[in-house]
């Protein structure tokens, strides 16, 4: 087994864009001799200089020394051709996402360097088994897949293909820990782990969308000060792209042969043909001014009606706390009187339904979600037939002490309950199917896409059972199996125990 320790150790970088520059720049750093090749003329040339760049702007702020800053671009070597390569322990490929040119590069790779030489692929969607089924020693082939830019995203995914020899994924692993990235290990799996567990946020979002529950704008308000997401998922989607977001929807959606939980939503295709496609255009879902800013959807203003008298669902004593210290006259009676507007807190469930099964009346019923608490964006549901008077009361009353409320229209599961119960499912699948281990998910998920917690983490703080509830009740609402529960999340929440607990 290679030991990445060794004070000779040789490294290798095929491939000198973004990605390839950023795995340079790491591997030097933390002390390893890294060989780069491009087969475009100059390329290699020009990405060590971006990295001296790069690393004279660290020593400007004092993150790095002038010392530390020459001994990093000594250990960078600049080499014309694969055979240079031949001195490597191990070489990344980080070249052009084509399976084709993958396979060409890694065939001249093993004509050159040593029969235990580990070749490592940064794919972000190709299968690392087709790739190592080419090679002649395919076992010595996984996946090493970076996050950009790589300096900064202190994370990488080491995949396993059918093929991979456990000591490669061993000596990967100790690699990622040396430049202080933390290693998450998976097995070889459409999207890995990070685009994976990404389809649970913007591809129900999306679907909150098309049902015309919410404008995008309400959304991601919901979900950045409700439920505490950084970014909301149409603010997202803007900095990725929509385009890329739309291929990668729909290249996971068919690799995992449409899968329901991952399917893609009509809405991007048109956005994308019309040019939309986010901050690179100037405009997506929001449109973004000269300086780079996005221009603020303004909210629709807070009705001066307050509610004076309400009857509050006897499962949401919050709530019926809540109103009162707003200054309502809460009804304690088991039914509402005539004069009372009806507030009531579902779990997965839409006003419709939760008025009809406590036989109170639609058209002055709401619904208030009580998942994320009332602190920061209070989240109002209206039913079909609730009547305009009854809304505004309701609304003016919840924003009575300044807190923002949003007004939606009927939806199983609201806004953010739907979603985060999404993302959670989503997760208790991806560790079902044993692709990575529970503590593996969650970290590669805060550290790949910033979620304030992890799938399992977020579904421990709401609580298994809860998600559960939410997922169930929109399972039989929608009849719809993109929200069946995974068998994960319905035993561990029976059970009482964390969604965290591996087997």
């Not at 567990?197 to 999306?206: D, K, N, S, T, V």
């Not at 209070?378 to 009854?390: D, G, H, Q, Y």
Request: glycine share 8%; proline share 6%.
């Amino acid at each position: 087994m290679l030991d990445i320790k060794r004070a000779d150790l040789v490294a290798a970088v095929a491939g000198s864009g973004t990605m390839g520059r950023g795995v340079v720049q790491v591997l030097a750093q933390c002390g390893v001799r890294t060989l780069v090749f491009d087969a475009k003329p100059g390329a290699a040339r020009a990405a060590r200089d971006a990295i001296a760049q790069s690393l004279a702007r660290l020593a400007e702020k004092g993150r790095v020394t002038q010392a530390e800053v020459h001994a990093t671009l000594e250990r960078i070597e600049v080499v014309d051709s694969v055979q240079a390569l031949a001195p490597a322990h191990l070489v990344v490929e980080a070249i052009v996402e084509q399976l084709e040119a993958k396979r060409e590069l890694f065939h001249a790779l093993e004509a050159n360097v040593s029969e235990d030489c580990i070749l490592a692929t940064n794919t972000s969607s190709l299968s690392v088994t087709a790739l190592a089924a080419a090679c002649r020693r395919p076992a010595r082939v996984a996946g090493f897949h970076f996050f950009n830019p790589v300096p900064v995203m202190k994370i990488v995914e080491v995949v396993a293909g059918e093929l991979t020899a456990p000591w490669v994924s061993d000596v990967l692993t100790r690699l990622a820990q040396r430049f202080g990235h933390t290693p998450v290990r998976c097995r070889d799996t459409p999207g890995f782990i990070v685009n994976h567990a990404g389809r649970g946020f913007i591809p129900e979002a999306l679907r909150v969308l098309a049902e015309g529950v919410a404008d995008f704008a309400t959304i991601d308000r919901i979900l950045t000060e409700a439920a505490g997401f950084r970014l909301g998922p149409f603010g997202l989607m803007d900095l990725v792209g929509l385009d890329v977001n739309h291929s990668v929807h729909k290249s996971l959606y068919a690799q995992y042969f449409g899968e329901p939980r991952y399917q893609p939503s009509y809405r991007l295709e048109p956005r994308v043909a019309a040019g939309l496609l986010g901050r690179k255009s100037g405009r997506g879902w929001y449109i973004y001014g000269k300086d780079g800013a996005a221009e603020k959807v303004p909210e629709a203003p807070t009705p001066e009606a307050r509610a004076a008298q309400v009857w509050v669902a006897a499962n949401a004593p919050a709530l019926k706390e809540l109103l009162a210290k707003l200054g309502a006259q809460v009804e304690s009676g088991a039914k509402p009187s005539p004069e009372a507007i009806c507030f009531t807190a579902p779990l997965g469930q839409d006003a419709t339904t939760t008025a009809l099964q406590l036989m109170i009346d639609p058209a002055r019923t709401v619904a208030v979600d009580p998942v994320f608490g009332f602190a920061r964006r209070r989240s109002l549901m209206v039913t079909p037939v609730t009547r305009p008077e009854v809304r505004d009361a309701a609304h003016g009353l919840l924003a009575a002490d300044g807190v923002p409320v949003s007004v939606i229209r009927d939806s199983a599961g609201f806004v953010a309950q739907r979603v985060v119960a999404h993302i959670v499912n989503v997760g208790c699948e991806i560790v079902q199917q044993r692709i990575a281990t529970p503590e593996d998910l969650d970290r590669a998920v805060m550290l790949g896409l910033g979620y304030p917690k992890g799938p399992l983490g977020m579904g421990d703080a709401l609580g298994g059972a809860k998600v559960l509830t939410i997922l169930e009740a929109m399972h039989a609402f929608y009849q719809d199996p993109r929200y069946r529960p995974s068998p994960w999340l319905r035993r561990r929440a029976r059970l009482g125990i964390s969604l965290l607990t591996p087997e």
